[in-house]
């Protein structure tokens, strides 16, 4: 079955202001993607400039994480909630980062519940897994991933809402990544658990370390539908470049 090819661009805390994210926006809108769905998450702060400016134009915005307590409003200082992502124009949201799950401490538990409200809302989910530099040297990446899609197996997952983002821990940020057969391995595996759960279609994307030099050799590489791009995404040149290699790819 095919699937949809995706280039996200995860800004994380960036830019710092209003107009840069204004400006990073508008340069994305001119940007070609015709066989590759383009998309990026602001922070909470600029969604709505971003989701403005973008609105009529084919690139998807998203957020970088939810509300796991509701889908809709409460008392829940600081969060946001699906429904409010929703009425801003985003389409889809972030689970599971590895920043989240280390920095917060989130547990599957807490995934699960972000994600039903994420689905609730007719939002898409980039699900991450991901595996530390330790566990990929002792050869525990395919069980870690395993565990982290275990998850999948509570809920109904609503068909074409769900995407895969595999982001080896040790490669993001960091410039180092995994041999493309490597990559090519886990995609494989991960496509065959997904399939064990009955999802169809499923986009998997590799991240860690992804920019301009080698985004090529990954959009080449068998199994891998798109990219999930960290800290290159805010380089309106790069991204671009990351964006037509998969393109070119397709």
Avoid at 168 to 192: C, D, M, N, R
Avoid at 213 to 240: I, M, P, R
Wanted: proline share 2%; glycine share 10%; net charge negative.
């Amino acid at each position: 079955m095919n699937v949809q090819r995706c280039v996200i661009g995860n800004w994380k805390l960036n830019p710092a202001t209003k107009s840069a994210a204004h400006e990073l926006a508008q340069g994305l809108s001119g940007i070609a993607c015709d066989a590759v769905r383009v998309g990026c998450t602001p922070s909470f702060t600029h969604v709505s400039t971003v989701a403005g400016v973008l609105a009529g134009t084919p690139i998807w915005v998203g957020a970088q994480d939810i509300c796991a307590y509701t889908q809709s409003t409460g008392a829940y200082t600081g969060d946001v909630s699906a429904e409010q992502l929703s009425d801003l124009g985003v389409g889809f949201v972030i689970i599971g980062h590895s920043e989240r799950r280390n920095y917060y401490r989130e547990d599957h538990s807490l995934l699960v519940e972000k994600m039903k409200h994420a689905f609730a809302a007719d939002l898409s989910v980039v699900f991450c897994i991901g595996e530390t530099k330790e566990q990929y040297q002792d050869n525990q990446t395919l069980s870690v991933l395993d565990d982290q899609l275990s998850v999948l197996q509570t809920f109904r997952v609503p068909r074409g809402k769900l995407i895969i983002a595999y982001e080896p821990i040790w490669a993001i940020g960091t410039g180092l990544t995994p041999s493309t057969q490597e990559v090519i391995a886990t995609h494989a595996h991960i496509k065959s658990v997904l399939a064990s759960y009955h999802f169809e279609g499923v986009s998997v994307l590799y991240g860690g370390s992804v920019n301009e030099q080698n985004a090529a050799e990954f959009a080449q590489a068998e199994g891998v539908d798109g990219a999930l791009v960290g800290g290159a995404s805010l380089k309106l040149d790069t991204f671009a470049q990351i964006i037509a290699a998969f393109e070119s790819a397709s």
